[in-house]
């Protein structure tokens, strides 16, 4: 039985064959490193400071209070219609005045 050498393939096909097999190689690490680091990634956790749950604890307490004293609304109620409730007019005037003072 003959051999024919001729139609062997050249060198550079086969270097260019051992290439295509090593990056198929490589590649398949790759994927193998993104699924173990995606695995990884899964298992994030997080912490939170003391400052951040005082700060939860305080703006729960001020959503569940209300913003207005309705004790102190109904005495001022109670007090104007009775004629009770004295107006200072020299006490208003500088209150007014500071309140402007401080917004300009």
Known sequence: ??????????SSQVKQK????????QQAAQNSNMSEQAKV???DSVSITPQ????GELQK????????NQEK???????????????NPEKLAASIAGFEF???
């Open 41 to 43: 990634a899964s298992k």
């Open 18 to 25: 051992i290439d295509q097999q090593s990056q198929v190689k």
């Open 52 to 55: 951040a749950k005082k700060l």
């Open 1 to 10: 039985m003959a051999i024919n050498i001729n139609n062997l393939p050249n």
């Open 102 to 104: 401080k917004l300009g």
């Open 73 to 87: 609304v109904e005495q001022l109620k109670k007090a104007i219609i009775s004629g009770e409730y004295k107006i």
């Open 61 to 68: 307490k001020a959503n569940e209070g209300s913003a207005v």
